[in-house]
């Protein structure tokens, strides 16, 4: 047995001996990523696919079908924060046959299908009109999922009390629904007109002030949106900015139809509309002297003291930071003296400006002009003078400037402004129906191009063939000079004595060294 193994293990190892050290790392390294892959392949192939049996789910609900599927004996895994539960891919059609005929997921809501099975002649009237409030709420909250858009909905309605006598006036019902929206969803206008119709329809006396719709954001879906106004706003504000175009577009055309002739003319117009309506409180406040930065004086106080006598202050008077009262140095207060003290108080008043500023909009901030004129002939660009082009310039430029808005440009607009927002092209108009005089009757250009491809197309076939017969003749004329040589094989050499001695010596030297060695110098010696 172990005469076996080695002969087994003993060609691995001269094998693994013989190779080089990249060869070696080659070979593990295919060995290890062959065992990756093996153990990956298996990996993947032997795991379940779990898909989505049910999503959007309560946490009741999930917590009653995995139970369920727990007690089959069916591996689930739930995901989404416990709102989806998934089992292998192979059984969902089957599953959700099962648990369907179960009653499985249960909402724990009740609707119309629970009066026909539960129905008894013990039920109270209060007990009958809770119910049938809740088989409601329930039935307008399956509609409402049914929307795109929208995950979940809970409705809460409330009803009027009825009263005792059929004269009394009936009360109106009110709705509150929550929705649970999709992330990113915008719901258009008439979606949201088309939820309050739904719910105003499907309870009696509902009208739609007294719905209220919101989502899971507290984000208000109202008939009047912000989203209707906003819609509203914008179309107003480009019928606004289209009918300044087409008043300027429609002058410019008539003066250079008058100038050129109306079918010599195309006219675009590109306008740039200010529609910000801006209220401005300014309070200025400015020096009456401007050039002394000084205000003019409503009231003056001079007040004088003067004493003289004993026991006077001397020194410089010092007021205190932060206070009227004026103090004296002094170095002991007696002996005689006198003081003087003059205060001056002087009160400015400015100019006080208060401007309450109402801009209106509908301010053109920008301006741009592009005007095509085919010139008197209309394929000589040169017969419409470079003057008269330079009086259209002109023309444009003075609208331009006389209608933006001066506010935006700080009351200047350079030429080379103007430049940017005029342009002028001059060429000839192709979409006009033009008579044209008819044209002699001549060759198509077509003809020439395809019959000068045919011309090249057989030259060329004839080139290859002259070239394909002067390469066999050289061919033949090479086979005819060289002629072949036989060579005798040298495996067919007769074995001769001297030959199988020869051998014999030459396997003698190979394999045993010290022998031939040893023969050699017997030979030697006897000669």
Same mark, same amino acid.
Not at 363 to 385: F, H, N, T, W, Y
Not at 386 to 400: F, S
Not at 480 to 496: G, R
């Given at each position: 047995?172990?005469?076996?193994?080695?002969?087994?293990?003993?060609?691995?190892?001269?094998?693994?001996?013989?190779?080089?050290?990249?060869?070696?790392?080659?070979?593990?390294?295919?060995?290890?990523?062959?065992?990756?892959?093996?153990?990956?392949? #298996?990996?993947?192939? #032997?795991?379940?696919?779990?898909?989505?049996?049910?999503?959007?789910?309560?946490?009741?609900?999930?917590?009653?079908?995995?139970?369920?599927?727990?007690?089959?004996?069916?591996?689930?895994?739930?995901?989404?924060?416990?709102?989806?539960?998934?089992?292998? @891919?192979?059984?969902?059609?089957?599953?959700?046959?099962?648990?369907?005929?179960?009653?499985?997921?249960?909402?724990?809501?009740?609707?119309? #299908?629970?009066?026909?099975?539960?129905?008894?002649?013990?039920?109270?009237?209060?007990?009958?009109?809770? =119910?049938?409030?809740?088989?409601?709420?329930?039935?307008?909250?399956?509609?409402?999922?049914?929307?795109?858009?929208?995950?979940?909905?809970?409705?809460?309605?409330?009803?009027?009390?009825?009263?005792?006598?059929?004269?009394?006036?009936?009360?109106?019902?009110?709705?509150?629904?929550?929705?649970?929206?999709?992330?990113?969803?915008?719901?258009?206008?008439?979606? %949201?007109?088309?939820?309050?119709?739904?719910?105003?329809?499907?309870?009696?006396?509902?009208?739609?002030?007294?719905?209220?719709?919101?989502?899971?954001?507290?984000?208000?879906? $109202?008939?009047?949106?912000?989203?209707?106004?906003?819609?509203?706003?914008?179309?107003?504000?480009?019928?606004?900015?289209?009918?300044?175009?087409?008043? *300027?577009?429609?002058?410019?055309?008539?003066?250079?139809?008058? =100038?050129?002739?109306?079918?010599?003319?195309?006219?675009?117009?590109?306008?740039?509309?200010?529609?910000?309506?801006?209220?401005?409180?300014?309070?200025?406040?400015?020096?009456?002297?401007?050039?002394?930065?000084?205000?003019? +004086?409503?009231?003056?106080?001079?007040?004088?003291?003067?004493?003289?006598?004993?026991?006077?202050? !001397?020194?410089?008077?010092?007021?205190?930071?932060?206070?009227?009262?004026?103090?004296?140095?002094?170095?002991?207060?007696?002996?005689?003296?006198?003081?003087?003290?003059?205060?001056?108080?002087?009160?400015?008043?400015?100019?006080?400006?208060?401007?309450?500023?109402?801009?209106?909009?509908? /301010?053109?901030?920008?301006?741009?002009? !592009?005007?095509?004129?085919?010139?008197?002939?209309? $394929?000589?660009?040169? #017969?419409?003078?470079?003057?008269? *082009?330079?009086?259209?310039?002109?023309?444009?430029?003075?609208?331009?400037?006389?209608?933006? $808005?001066?506010?935006?440009?700080?009351? !200047?607009?350079?030429?080379?402004?103007?430049?940017?927002?005029?342009?002028?092209?001059?060429?000839?108009?192709?979409? /006009?129906?033009?008579?044209?005089?008819?044209?002699?009757? +001549? *060759?198509?250009?077509? %003809?020439?191009?395809?019959?000068?491809?045919?011309?090249?197309?057989?030259?060329?076939?004839?080139?290859?063939?002259?070239?394909?017969?002067?390469?066999?003749?050289?061919?033949?004329?090479?086979?005819?000079?060289?002629?072949?040589?036989?060579?005798?094989?040298?495996?067919?050499?007769?074995?001769?004595?001297?030959?199988?001695?020869?051998?014999?010596?030459?396997?003698?030297?190979? @394999?045993?060294?010290?022998?031939?060695?040893?023969? =050699?110098?017997?030979?030697?010696?006897? $000669?």
């Amino acid at each position: 047995m172990k005469e076996n193994i080695q002969k087994f293990l003993n060609p691995l190892k001269e094998y693994w001996v013989k190779r080089s050290n990249t060869q070696k790392t080659l070979l593990i390294s295919s060995i290890l990523l062959l065992v990756l892959i093996i153990a990956g392949a #298996s990996y993947f192939f #032997s795991r379940e696919n779990l898909v989505p049996l049910y999503s959007n789910l309560s946490p009741s609900e999930t917590g009653s079908i995995k139970e369920n599927l727990d007690s089959k004996g069916i591996s689930s895994e739930i995901s989404d924060g416990g709102k989806t539960i998934s089992v292998p @891919e192979e059984s969902v059609d089957t599953l959700k046959v099962e648990l369907a005929a179960e009653g499985i997921p249960k909402s724990g809501s009740i609707d119309y #299908s629970f009066f026909s099975q539960n129905a008894s002649f013990g039920m109270t009237d209060n007990e009958f009109n809770v =119910l049938k409030l809740d088989a409601m709420q329930t039935e307008i909250a399956n509609l409402i999922k049914g929307i795109d858009g929208i995950n979940d909905a809970n409705v809460i309605i409330t009803l009027p009390k009825e009263g005792v006598f059929v004269s009394d006036n009936k009360g109106e019902a009110s709705a509150s629904i929550v929705l649970n929206t999709k992330a990113g969803y915008t719901f258009s206008q008439n979606q %949201i007109k088309g939820l309050y119709t739904l719910v105003s329809k499907s309870v009696p006396n509902l009208p739609t002030d007294n719905i209220v719709i919101t989502n899971q954001n507290f984000e208000y879906f $109202d008939l009047n949106s912000e989203t209707n106004s906003a819609n509203d706003t914008f179309v107003s504000q480009n019928n606004v900015k289209k009918q300044i175009e087409r008043d *300027i577009q429609r002058q410019v055309q008539s003066m250079l139809g008058t =100038l050129m002739g109306q079918d010599k003319v195309m006219v675009s117009v590109t306008a740039d509309v200010d529609f910000t309506q801006e209220n401005r409180e300014e309070n200025i406040v400015t020096p009456v002297d401007e050039e002394n930065m000084q205000g003019i +004086a409503v009231s003056a106080q001079k007040i004088t003291e003067t004493y003289t006598g004993e026991n006077a202050a !001397q020194g410089v008077p010092q007021a205190e930071e932060n206070t009227d009262t004026t103090t004296y140095n002094s170095s002991d207060g007696s002996g005689n003296g006198d003081y003087e003290k003059i205060e001056d108080t002087v009160n400015y008043d400015v100019n006080r400006i208060k401007k309450q500023i109402v801009e209106s909009p509908y /301010k053109i901030r920008d301006l741009g002009i !592009q005007v095509m004129v085919e010139p008197p002939v209309a $394929d000589d660009a040169s #017969s419409l003078p470079q003057a008269r *082009i330079d009086d259209m310039t002109n023309l444009l430029g003075t609208i331009v400037r006389t209608t933006i $808005d001066k506010s935006t440009t700080n009351g !200047q607009i350079t030429n080379a402004d103007l430049n940017n927002k005029i342009a002028v092209s001059v060429q000839q108009f192709n979409g /006009k129906a033009v008579a044209s005089a008819p044209k002699a009757t +001549a *060759i198509p250009w077509w %003809i020439y191009v395809i019959g000068g491809v045919l011309l090249a197309v057989i030259a060329l076939l004839i080139f290859l063939m002259i070239r394909t017969r002067k390469k066999k003749e050289v061919e033949k004329e090479i086979e005819e000079i060289i002629q072949p040589v036989s060579i005798p094989d040298v495996n067919d050499e007769k074995d001769s004595d001297g030959t199988v001695r020869r051998k014999q010596l030459e396997k003698m030297a190979k @394999e045993k060294p010290e022998d031939f060695a040893k023969l =050699l110098r017997t030979w030697i010696t006897e $000669d």
